[in-house]
């Protein structure tokens, strides 16, 4: 079993930064990938980063530049570090993995960026 705890959202001005962090329970982290998605009021659930077990990474083309995930295997802990923040990039931000074939999630944090 595998339980994703998001924290770090809030309010935050145009050009601000936030860090969300996701605390992942069990002794899986470290052979687990790792992502962030976000979704927007009417709109789908969108991935914006990933980072491998081998801590590759990737992002998102509107985060690019902007937003940087990375992973404490010691604390369990996978981070998005988000500067330059634009009101666009308001959201609910989840915490996500995949065991196989079945896809955890966190229970989101709200991050809103007002211009």
């Known amino acids: 079993q595998v339980q994703l705890v998001e924290s770090g959202g809030g309010l935050v001005q145009s050009g601000g930064s936030l860090r969300l962090s996701c605390v992942v329970a069990?002794?899986?982290?470290?052979?687990?990938?790792m992502d962030w998605y976000r979704q927007a009021p009417g709109k789908q659930r969108d991935l914006v980063a990933r980072?491998?077990?081998?801590?590759?990474?990737n992002y998102a083309d509107s985060v690019k530049g902007r937003f940087t995930i990375s992973r404490d295997n010691a604390k369990n802990t996978v981070y998005l570090q988000m500067n330059s923040l634009k009101p666009e990039d308001t959201a609910v931000y989840y915490c996500?993995?995949?065991?196989?074939?079945?896809?955890?999630w966190g229970q989101g944090t709200q991050v809103t960026v007002s211009s």
């Open positions: 069990g002794s899986m982290f470290r052979i687990l990938n």
């Open positions: 980072i491998t077990v081998g801590g590759s990474t």
């Open positions: 996500h993995t995949n065991v196989v074939i079945v896809d955890y």
